[in-house]
């Protein structure tokens, strides 16, 4: 199982950029694939997550309303659009996965995880 996250970079406020996470050695479909982030000195936390199975999905408030998750099951790769990007935005973003059906952004219930990728949001 590998989780590959790409997409990060140097955005302004305002601004979007949209991550990818290319699964490979399982597929989408009973799994749920979490979006985590950790800001420079802070803790892990998880702000998405969307089911394989069923295309539920989840934000965390702070994101809600400007980040979209998405999957494409034919590409076994999930998508986050970020948009009107924060300073506070700026973190490392992971993805990660676990085999099951119930979405969840608890660190501890995801099994396998993608390296990260920086985002950060500065003028």
């Known amino acids: 199982v590998q989780l590959q996250a790409s997409g990060g970079g140097l955005v302004q406020p305002g601004g979007s950029l949209r991550l990818s996470c290319a699964a490979s050695?399982?597929?989408?479909?009973?799994?749920?694939i979490g979006w985590f982030r950790q800001a420079p000195g802070k803790g892990r936390e998880g702000i998405s997550a969307i089911s394989g199975f069923d295309g539920t999905t989840y934000y965390v408030p702070s994101v809600r309303g400007r980040f979209t998750v998405s999957r494409d099951n034919a590409k076994n790769t999930v998508y986050l659009q970020m948009n009107s990007l924060k300073p506070e935005d700026t973190a490392v973003y992971y993805c990660?996965?676990?085999?099951?059906?119930?979405?969840?952004?608890?660190?501890?219930?995801?099994?396998?995880w993608g390296q990260g990728t920086l985002v950060t949001v500065s003028s």
């Open positions: 050695g399982f597929t989408l479909d009973d799994s749920v």
């Open positions: 990660a996965a676990v085999m099951a059906r119930l979405i969840s952004t608890q660190e501890s219930a995801y099994d396998f």
